[in-house]
């Protein structure tokens, strides 16, 4: 029997207990051997709940008990999901996690601390809930030079992107639907101003190109200021408009963004609608390798969780062989998204004084309060301090 512990038992949590019984008897065969929730620990108890019994409030029975060979961790939030998780590790204890925000801010130390003492930190329900990314970036295209992963890697503001496109909505009244449907939070801010999206991306740096691009340098722009007139102008030129994670490697330099970008219809990204989310990998011996799945959820997200409880379980007495160990980007080695190269859609309240100086400008509008073009390639920094602040969409 491999006995493991789960913190935090809210959705997550509840999902990743619902998938270990249910599906116990398949898991004990894939494993050879019975996976035994023994304790969960959280502040709240669940009277009437089947695994009431098991509940604990202080992590200290956990550490401290030798039986305990993995733990989960599905709180959320950095702290003290952090200091668990380290604790843990600290204890000899193998840690999987769905914690974005603790794997994007922490996972260097988090990783350095798991091989000290010989055990596993994996996380591959942080980036696509259900669908998995980490182990086969990771592990089957390793043989692969990824040159670029760019990714559609949050449910909420595709949800809400699609309406605008398929039906029209407003961004408000999508976004209120949304709500009702449970697809975003009363707040949400971490999902419709890229935050989110910022921290996976983070994550997909680190695994495609062993380094990884800290949040806080990750230029984010969020979904709020995207209106119909843009919706209608990308539709013009053949295109949609997607909240893009993007990373990639430029020369010997690492760059990484998040911002609505106008998708060709010809990308597979473009064909990925409601909360579905799709990551696209660039490889130089595959070429592009695409992702596709429901990025959140409780049961896909508790499937991810699992698997890698199982993969644990069933290597539990071999020696721990860890790829996923990196450390973070420093300044010199990151490329500004502000000077990452690109094709870019403008559009203004009015039209401008001059075009000169635009590389291969061409009209998309020039309706008195939509003048609106794309040009060739440029740069970010470039167009801000020619234009000031008029909308400025990158295109792929």
Known sequence: MINIAIFGFGVVGG??????TQNEQLISERVGDKINIKYILDLRDFPGHPLAGRVVHDIDVILSDPEVKICAELMGGSHPAFEFSERAL?????????????????????????????????????????????????????????????????GTTNYILTKMIS??????????????????????????????????????????????????KILTEGIRAVSLVDVANAAKLGYVVKLI?????????ISACVSPTLVSRSNPLANINDVYNGILVNGNAIGDVMFYGR???????????????????TYLDH????????????????????ELESRFYLRFASKPETLSGLPCPSVVSDETDNFALVCGKTT?????????????MRLL
Not at 245 to 253: E, I, M, N, Q
């Open 295 to 313: 990025g959140a959820g409780k049961l896909p997200t508790a499937s991810a969780v699992v698997s890698d409880i199982i993969d644990i379980a």
């Open 319 to 338: 020696p721990v062989h860890s790829f996923h160990v990196w450390e973070r980007l420093s300044d010199d080695e990151i490329l500004p998204a502000e």
């Open 90 to 154: 600290k204890a000899g204890k193998s840690v999987v996690t769905s914690n974005k925000e603790v794997v994007a801010n922490f996972g260097p130390e988090l990783l350095r601390t798991a091989a000290e003492n010989n055990v596993r930190y994996l996380f591959e329900a942080s980036v696509g809930g259900g669908i998995p990314v980490i182990h086969p970036i990771g592990s089957c295209l390793t043989a692969n030079d990824i040159t670029e992963v760019d990714g559609i890697l949050n």
């Open 15 to 20: 999902g990743t207990a619902e998938v270990l």
């Open 245 to 253: 994670g993007k990373t990639v490697r430029v020369g010997d330099k």
């Open 380 to 392: 970010l920094k470039s167009l801000r301090d020619r234009y000031g602040d008029c909308t400025i």
């Open 167 to 216: 039906e029209g909505s407003d961004f408000e009244t999508a976004l209120a639907e949304a709500q009702q449907k449970g697809y975003a939070e009363r707040n949400p801010a971490a999902d419709v101003d890229g935050i989110d999206t910022c921290r996976k991306i983070s994550i997909l740096s680190a695994i495609a190109f062993g380094k990884l691009v800290p949040p806080e």
